[in-house]
């Protein structure tokens, strides 16, 4: 299992937006300023965030991104789902994974009970798990 950049930054950003917008949208420029990735690469994952239904596009004065559910509602599974695709250890360990030797594979059920795990803990965790780990005002954090 590989999480990409994509992935690690969508996270990132759904968590600045989720500190910093409260009451309000955040802009990609401050965004991308404060989480030291290039504006053109935040506006790709605001859009694909948008697209997924976890991000909330306002326009107009004031404009930028927001929330669509509240922090404790966005489990990490699901960020890493919408933009990594499949993250299972490997492709038979997928819920849709289909195995040829499925009647005969005596390892598939360990590659499973991994997928599991590794599933299970990252649902565990929500982006209001993660802000109740920042320091008091820290706005630069590393995921």
């Known amino acids: 299992m590989y999480i990409s950049t994509k992935g690690r930054y969508a996270v990132r950003i759904l968590l600045d937006v989720a500190q910093n917008g409260r009451g309000g949208a955040v802009r990609t420029q401050d965004i991308a300023l404060r989480q030291q990735i290039s504006p053109k690469y935040t506006e790709q994952l605001t859009a694909l965030l948008v697209k997924g239904g976890l991000l909330r596009s306002v326009r ?39 195995c040829p030797r499925e009647e005969s594979c005596v390892v598939r059920g360990l590659w499973r009970g991994l997928d599991k795990v590794i599933t299970d803990y990252l649902q565990s965790f929500t982006l209001q ?13 590393m995921i």
């Open 60 to 98: 107009g004065a004031g404009g930028g991104y927001s929330l669509v559910k509240q922090p404790n509602q966005y489990t990490i599974a699901e960020i890493l789902q919408k933009t990594e695709g499949n993250f299972s250890p490997v492709e038979c360990a997928a819920e849709s994974g289909v």
């Open 129 to 141: 798990t993660l802000l109740d780990r920042l320091p008091d005002g820290g706005d630069n954090y």
